[in-house]
């Protein structure tokens, strides 16, 4: 029996018991790319389980490929070993160009939070780990005094080729990114393990570690190094690149979106970011013990079952896997690893903590050149998100029939302007004229203003439609609500709208298609419900149909 089978047949608290020294060491091993000092960790076997720790610098938004430590840090705990896992947020102010310390705060509280989700969905007890921030211990005085002890025996040339697959390299680099390393080396001594685990980007940091701390008198610790998972371009994954990278948050429809867009050539099983998340994320953490399945209409060839990577590389590289049969079948997988801490999140302090640590970039200022100051501001973002609209509660306070049509409402709408705007709406067949004056409504505020049969719309009251049988039903605002207060998507309640929707973009038509209306008669997008601040907006005339 293999020491992965025997794994799975027991649980946490049994398996470091029943393991061998040499079953032990196997487990620790498994899926690792390179060991730095095996000799020493046969040695500590001899006697005692080992000591671990793994550090993240708290900085870019952590990403699907966090599951791969974690997956790591499963077999560890598996293994016996004392697991510590550092929040390493003065080693993130330390590098160059990412985040300010006011920031960094939040996002070491974001970083906590996600990596505790992530364990949790993996099955992993947080009982039997030990979480500790870089600044417990980092501004001590004994530590500092290290750090100096350090700085006065490393040569710049190699603080600098330590730090050069992490620390962002620029000609003139400052001060604080070579110290990087050397903190990660202390860390070791201060942390009191046995052994680093990290990436293989981190190579030449061990290696700094292992040259520089028995020159201050502290033990040489081994190394543990898994392999970096190319993003969705085929590089390294990377939170400073959107595209490369799923977010720990990323909805479903935004990771069928990215994997749509990701680079997965037939037969290619290199550079191949799509297979590689199979490798090392799906098939040692998502499927428990379960056959990956690629899923296939019967004409196609039906359904096809793996046990082992292997196979389905194989079978990928012989071009017997579709790249689209592949892309769907990770999806699946993914959106089950990533659901647990989606739920997890799903709260209004987390979703509030979230919005702080990672607040949207400024919306772009207007462009020059031809237009000058007058060019329309570009949007924040491309990406099809509903805190790109520009939605408020209005007041009808004003309303007739449009002079040269009998089907259009021509209004006058309080958004909390300096004055009303005019707006037209085809609801005379649907709602009397009565039922319009002083109603309470939910205004699309920056669509491009329209003429209808000869009178401009400056907006679009949203309303709950259904074609069979024709219904439609402005939505209801919470009561309480007055006009101007904004309306947003819970879970996109921050964010830059556009200055006004590019209609060649068709930006409103691919947004609004995932709003609707609940069989509970609430507003949604994506099931996250439409709210103003007072609660959430309803229509309890029209339920399951769509917001147009």
């Not at 966090?66 to 390493?88: H, N, Q, W």
């Not at 987390?350 to 919005?355: G, P, V």
């Amino acid at each position: 029996m293999t020491v992965e089978d025997l794994v799975d047949k027991m649980s946490l608290e049994e398996e470091s018991s029943k393991l061998s020294a040499t079953d032990k060491k196997a487990l620790m091993m498994r899926n690792l790319q390179e060991t730095l000092g095996e000799d020493r960790i046969d040695e500590i076997l001899k006697t005692r389980d080992l000591k671990i720790y793994w550090g993240t610098a708290t900085t870019g938004k952590p990403h699907i490929a966090y599951f791969v430590p974690m997956s790591k840090i499963s077999d560890f705990l598996r293994a016996g070993c004392e697991v510590t896992i550092l929040f390493a947020d003065l080693h993130a102010y330390l590098d160059n160009m990412k985040a300010p310390w006011e920031l960094l705060k939040l996002r070491t509280e974001y970083y906590e939070h996600s990596i505790k989700a992530m364990l949790t969905s993996i099955g992993v007890p947080l009982d039997k780990l030990k979480f500790v921030r870089g600044t417990d211990y980092q501004l001590s005085k004994e530590y500092t005094l290290d750090v100096y002890r350090l700085s006065s025996i490393v040569t710049e040339h190699d603080a600098r080729k330590a730090g050069a697959e992490v620390v962002k390299q620029v000609s003139h680099p400052l001060l604080s990114g070579l110290l990087y390393p050397g903190l990660q080396a202390l860390d070791e001594e201060y942390l009191k393990v046995d052994a680093q685990f990290g990436g293989v980007d981190q190579r030449k940091i061990f290696t700094y570690a292992e040259k520089y701390l028995p020159s201050l008198g502290y033990a040489k610790r081994a190394h543990f190094m898994n392999p970096m998972v190319p993003g969705l371009t085929g590089a390294k994954m990377s939170s400073s690149e959107e595209d490369s990278k799923i977010d720990l948050l990323d909805s479903a429809s935004s990771v069928k979106k990215k994997l749509k867009k990701a680079f997965c050539e037939p037969g290619n099983t290199a550079d191949n970011g799509v297979l590689s998340f199979c490798k090392y994320v799906i098939f040692p953490v998502a499927l428990k013990g379960e056959d990956f399945v690629v899923e296939r209409a019967q004409e196609n060839g039906g359904n096809s079952n793996y046990k082992e990577f292997e196979s389905l590389e194989a079978d990928f590289g012989a071009e017997k896997v579709h790249p689209g049969d592949l892309k769907a079948s990770v999806e699946k997988y993914l959106n089950r690893l990533l659901e647990p801490v989606r739920k997890y999140f799903d709260t209004p302090e987390l979703k509030k903590l979230t919005a702080k640590a990672y607040p949207p970039p400024a919306k772009a200022p207007p462009s020059g050149g031809k237009k000058g100051g007058n060019a329309a501001a570009q949007p924040a973002t491309d990406e099809l998100i509903p805190s790109r609209l520009n939605m408020k509660v209005g007041k009808i306070v004003e309303v007739s029939k449009h002079p040269d049509s009998d089907k259009l409402y021509v209004e006058k709408i309080d958004l909390g302007e300096p004055t009303p705007r005019t707006i037209v709406s085809g609801l005379v067949d649907y709602v009397p004229l009565e039922g319009m004056q002083d109603r309470m409504v939910v205004v699309l505020c920056n669509l491009k203003p329209a003429k209808m049969r000869g009178v401009e719309s400056a907006g679009m009251v949203l309303c709950g439609s259904r074609e069979d049988p024709k219904e439609v039903e402005p939505l209801a605002v919470p009561e309480g609500s007055q006009p101007g207060d904004k309306v947003f998507v819970e879970s996109y309640e921050i964010g830059e709208p556009d200055e006004v929707l590019n209609p060649k973009k068709k930006v409103w038509d691919k947004i609004s298609v995932d709003f609707k209306v609940s069989s509970e008669g609430v507003a949604q997008w994506q099931s996250n419900q439409l709210m103003t601040s007072r609660g959430q907006v309803t229509c309890h005339g029209v339920k399951n149909a769509p917001i147009r």
